[in-house]
């Protein structure tokens, strides 16, 4: 069997995976789902909760262990371009098949799905998400006119998503125009820029940075009139099967009173 991954690479299999590591979050709850043959996950890899307490760690998604992954004997790694190590993965490609995955839209979360359950002859399984996933979008009432805002994703120094970004893709979802849509990935910025921006929302989001009450405070002293709020981070950044639950939780949120 070939197939190729969202990078272009074709790769061979001479049968169904069996041994499968996955050094992607949001691609282990979907494998998950999928019913899909794990050993080995990452630190990050918190959801499903039952993998997370039982299956052998990795290291993180930026700081593999090659030798524990070795131990693991897989026949497959999942990776993705944007969360893994360029360097660690081209390492790892030397050595096992890995389906290295290119998301930046909801039709690149669709595609993923669907390939995944192909490779693992898991077709009905992934379909299944993916066409609930679609439906799900498809009601989503977005905000009209769109609102301008920002997504903030850290701090010291402070980060926002940029265009080129899954996140985007989300925030365009609800109806958010992303003040800094015009630059790339997770630019730096400051709290004078931001106030500038004309941004009327400002998300902050759960992760990678943990923003909480006291971050509202401190962005408030320069947008005093911004709707400031504390978002689920994954609802936005995981692009597995955590989206079947993002379109209820948006559409929550875009009750802004």
């Not at 709850?29 to 043959?37: I, K, R, S, V």
């Not at 709290?191 to 921006?197: G, M, N, T």
Request: proline share 7%; with cysteine; aromatic share 10%.
């Amino acid at each position: 069997m070939i197939c190729k991954d969202q990078m272009g690479r074709a790769l061979e299999f001479g049968s169904v995976p069996r041994r499968i590591v996955s050094v992607v979050p949001s691609q282990t709850e979907l494998l998950y789902d999928l019913g899909a043959p794990v050993v080995g996950i990452t630190k990050f890899c918190v959801h499903p909760e039952a993998w997370f307490r039982s299956l052998p760690r990795v290291g993180g998604t930026k700081q593999l262990h090659f030798d524990r992954i070795a131990a693991l004997e897989p026949d497959l790694i999942i990776a993705n371009k944007e969360e893994n190590e360029r360097s660690q993965i081209e390492y790892l490609a030397e050595r096992y098949p890995v389906w290295i995955s290119d998301i930046h839209t909801l039709d690149d979360s669709i595609d993923m799905i669907t390939a995944l359950g192909h490779l693992l002859q898991r077709n009905h399984s992934a379909t299944f998400i993916a066409q609930r996933i679609s439906e799900g979008f498809d009601l989503l009432e977005p905000l009209s006119p769109p609102q301008p805002a920002a997504y903030l994703i850290w701090r010291e120094p402070w980060m926002v998503a940029g265009g080129d970004t899954f996140i985007n893709d989300m925030l365009r979802r609800c109806g958010f125009r992303n003040v800094f849509e015009d630059l790339p990935r997770y630019p730096e910025i400051n709290l004078a820029r931001l106030a500038a921006s004309g941004c009327r929302h400002v998300l902050l989001s759960s992760e990678p940075f943990p923003f909480a009450e006291k971050h509202i405070a401190e962005i408030r002293e320069f947008l005093p009139d911004a709707d400031i709020r504390l978002v689920d981070g994954e609802m936005f950044s995981w692009y597995g099967s955590r989206l079947l639950e993002a379109p209820g939780y948006f559409s929550q949120l875009l009750q802004l009173g």
